[in-house]
């Protein structure tokens, strides 16, 4: 059986130091969506680890990782980011695979997502441009490439791989114009890095079914959130891929009976990149600190993140489709200083009442928040390492979220390292 780790906002919730501390006892830990375009930090000691495509079990020297059919894939971000994980001591020997079905994302993908970006102008979606959207759109049109096509030594396959990516850069220039790239120089390169990336492949159906009949403890790493799902979020500020629960089976080939617990990670309040409604965000001295207390920046991009209040809409709305069978609050101790917190608990608009996120985005930019007030512990909990020690207002905060979603809160992050995690 398989356990499931996903985002519940709009992403950057501190997945990633989740997985840390439930890979410790882990067999594999896998990827199922999403790019380079995620990234999640993990510290252990005085060393801060940084993930974007990779799986972030490989903190764990036990640990088998997969990325999974459902990821797109840099293949030159794949190798910096494995090389910078080394560099800090991490020894991934054996222990990375990458699904042969995986579509590559290439540096056309990117200049074809900035140019995007540029035509749609005042309407931009405010990706990280990391190519991730367009390899998507390959992928649905049909005239994306595998990883099966750069790294086959069967008769024919490098020719096909050379004429699959010189009509994809065609089909681009056809699209956005003339555009400068040397499609003949990245074939070269692509030919090094077909024999340096062939002892990562493998089968990722048959390696997550083996690893099902061997009964292994199987962890599932979900990247960006459901408020980013191409189907269930901000719709068209999304990313490219399913970030929901149907993600998981979809980019790893599993049925939904080998999924057991579903694990859904809420920062203690909201935050999101790029453009698009956000109807907590607070634009005023509570956003701003926020942010600086909590360090809101991306780990990618390098971005600021728009912040608010707790939005309990959002957190109902993804627990009722991803089917949460807990939840992990991150970041309670950014909250330490407020001497009152407040939480979005519905959205009015025109006498409606929603107690569910709307589909109209233009209903979303217009509602009116209702919130409760509930009182802060105005006290460090950095140190706090049980749930009975906490702060009795803090408790309070977080029995509300427990009542009000109908999920138990079964971990609380109190501060960045692995070990300021306590199990309720």
């Given at each position: ?44 000691g ?31 971000a ?10 800090k ?61 750069l ?31 040397d ?55 999304v ?26 990670v ?5 935050t ?10 607070q634009?005023?001295e ?51 200083g ?6 979005g ?20 930019e ?59």
């Amino acid at each position: 059986m398989a356990n499931v780790v996903i985002g519940s906002q709009w992403g950057d919730e501190g997945k990633g130091k989740l997985v840390d501390v439930l890979c410790e006892d882990v067999d594999v830990c896998a990827r199922c969506q999403g790019g380079n375009n995620a990234g999640h930090t993990i510290v252990v000691g005085k060393t801060k680890y940084d993930f974007h495509a990779l799986p972030s079990g490989l903190v764990n020297p036990k640990c088998v990782n997969l990325v999974g059919s459902g990821v797109v894939v840099h293949v030159p971000a794949f190798f910096a980011e494995l090389e910078q994980l080394e560099s800090k001591g991490l020894d991934t020997t054996g222990r990375l695979f990458l699904s042969s079905r995986a579509h590559l994302v290439f540096d056309v993908h990117q200049l074809a997502d900035g140019l995007h970006e540029a035509e749609l102008s005042a309407g931009a979606i405010g990706t990280t441009r990391r190519g991730i959207g367009p390899a998507y759109s390959t992928k649905a049109t049909r005239s994306g490439i595998r990883v099966h096509h750069l790294v086959s030594q069967e008769e024919g396959a490098w020719e096909e791989f050379v004429e699959r990516l010189e009509s994809l850069v065609s089909s681009f220039k056809k699209r956005y114009g003339d555009f400068e790239y040397d499609v003949a120089a990245e074939i070269e390169r692509y030919k090094v890095y077909a024999e340096r990336l062939r002892p990562f492949v493998t089968d990722a159906v048959s390696f997550m079914h083996k690893a099902l009949a061997e009964k292994k403890k199987i962890l599932v790493e979900g990247a960006n959130a459901l408020m980013l799902d191409l189907d269930f979020g901000t719709y068209p500020y999304v990313t490219s891929s399913n970030t929901s629960i149907g993600g998981v089976c979809t980019g790893l080939g599993i049925p939904p009976q080998a999924l057991r617990e579903v694990t859904g990670v809420v920062k203690a309040y909201t935050t999101r990149v790029g453009a698009g409604p956000f109807p907590t965000e607070q634009l005023n001295e509570v956003g701003e600190t926020l942010q600086n207390v909590g360090q809101e920046w991306g780990v990618t991009t390098g971005r600021k993140r728009r912040c608010g209040w707790l939005d309990l809409v959002v957190v109902k709305y993804a627990a009722a489709i991803n089917g949460f069978t807990a939840i992990n609050i991150t970041k309670l101790d950014v909250l330490d200083g407020l001497a009152e917190i407040k939480v979005g608990v519905a959205y009015k608009y025109k006498g409606k009442t929603y107690d569910m996120f709307p589909e109209d985005l233009r209903v979303v930019e217009k509602v009116e928040v209702e919130y409760v007030t509930l009182p802060g512990w105005q006290t460090s909990i950095c140190d706090v390492k049980t749930y009975a020690d906490l702060p009795e207002a803090a408790r309070s905060y977080i029995e509300y979220i427990e009542k009000f979603t109908g999920v138990p809160v079964s971990y609380i992050g109190v501060g960045p390292g692995r070990e300021a995690m306590i199990k309720k």
